[in-house]
């Protein structure tokens, strides 16, 4: 089985009203432990590498464990998600790798600097919507900035999206889904005091904008997981993640694709901790990656369950790129 764009996932979420979790990876152990959570589960699912995962994992090699994942789960519908592209050049390399979905992030130039310039935004997300919609790839794009530093993304400061502009910009670039911030932030420290989402944003987003939302920096941080970290030696005092209770409400208001990638490294860190901790004779890899792949399973699979993904991955047949392309040129 090929893999899913992107844009039919989310499109068939929309229908139904839930959300679909879009969960980060960098090496084999995540993502069979995403596909075993979407198994049990039945769930159709989103696993997205970010520029900094693909220099990690060399490129093609991650390419080839994207294509074991869709030819051991043929019923599962998976699509493969650049995430935070920062320009054309890194979009084309991803959609050469056989990804099925981009998103262009207009806040980040070629250079690593910070754009805060609207036209800058509009005219490469445009760019790379023109380029990708060719070969049937689905585009993510993004208005206003999320705070907080993950993988190399993030700004350190939150601007809230502006509705009226965001539906300027959907009407502009074209794209099929839509990331906004909504105070979430990359990163375990997303909050300072309350845990607050300005859902009166999302509220006008969504009577403004007729495509998917997205929201990203949306990990909950659960505190058993920050307890193990710390007990077995880390150091994580303070970290705090968007309650699953917010969550499940912005997915009620119209956000359909949720990116988990903090949980998940909490998850592997506090197994292969643990592992470490109380039983220090072992050393091959396998006696603690095994252990790290189960428990990120388990949390992902408990995501998919809150998210509300879980019992659909059967509810439709996949499209493939080649089907994307004669719908795009319609």
């Known amino acids: 089985m090929s893999l899913t764009p992107m844009k039919q996932i989310l499109d068939e979420a929309r229908k139904k009203g839930y959300g679909v979790g879009a969960y980060n990876v960098n090496n ?7 596909m075993a959570a979407a198994q049990k589960t039945k769930s159709p699912v989103i696993i997205q590498a970010s520029r900094g995962a693909l220099k990690y994992s060399n490129f093609t090699y991650l ?3 994207m294509i074991a994942a869709a030819e051991e789960n043929p019923n599962i519908p998976l ?3 650049l995430d935070h592209g920062n320009s054309l050049e890194t979009v084309k390399k991803a959609i050469d790798l056989g990804f099925t979905s981009v998103m262009i992030d207009g806040s980040l130039m070629e250079d690593g600097k910070t754009a805060s310039d609207y036209d800058y935004n509009a005219r490469v997300t445009r760019s790379v919507v023109e380029y990708s919609h060719k070969y049937g790839v689905t585009v993510e794009g993004e208005i206003g900035r999320l705070g907080g530093i993950e993988d190399g993304v993030g700004s350190g400061s939150i601007h809230l999206t502006d509705p009226d502009q965001a539906k300027k910009f959907v009407d502009e670039t074209g794209l099929d889904a839509l990331a906004i911030a909504i105070g979430t932030s990359h990163g375990a420290y997303k909050f300072k005091g309350a845990a607050n989402l300005a859902i009166d944003v999302l509220k006008k987003v969504r009577a403004l904008v007729d495509i998917p939302i997205v ?26 993640g968007v309650p699953m209770a917010s969550l499940q409400e912005a997915i009620k208001l119209g956000v359909t694709k949720i990116n988990v990638d903090t949980d998940g490294r909490l998850a592997v ?3 292969i901790r643990e592992v470490f901790a109380t039983k220090p004779e072992k050393f091959d890899p396998r006696d603690y990656l095994g252990p790290a792949r189960e428990a ?7 995501k998919m369950k809150d998210f509300g993904t879980a019992g659909h991955s059967d509810d439709y047949k996949s499209m493939s790129l080649e089907d994307m392309k004669k719908l795009y040129g319609k």
């Open 28 to 34: 084999m152990e995540q993502i069979q432990a995403i």
């Open 63 to 65: 390419k080839h464990l």
């Open 79 to 81: 699509a493969m998600h």
């Open 215 to 240: 929201l990203h920096g949306a990990s909950s941080v659960p505190i058993e997981l920050i307890d193990k970290v710390n007990k077995y030696g880390g150091a994580l005092p303070g970290a705090t």
């Open 269 to 271: 860190t506090a197994a």
């Open 296 to 302: 990120l399973s388990e949390i992902i699979a408990g």
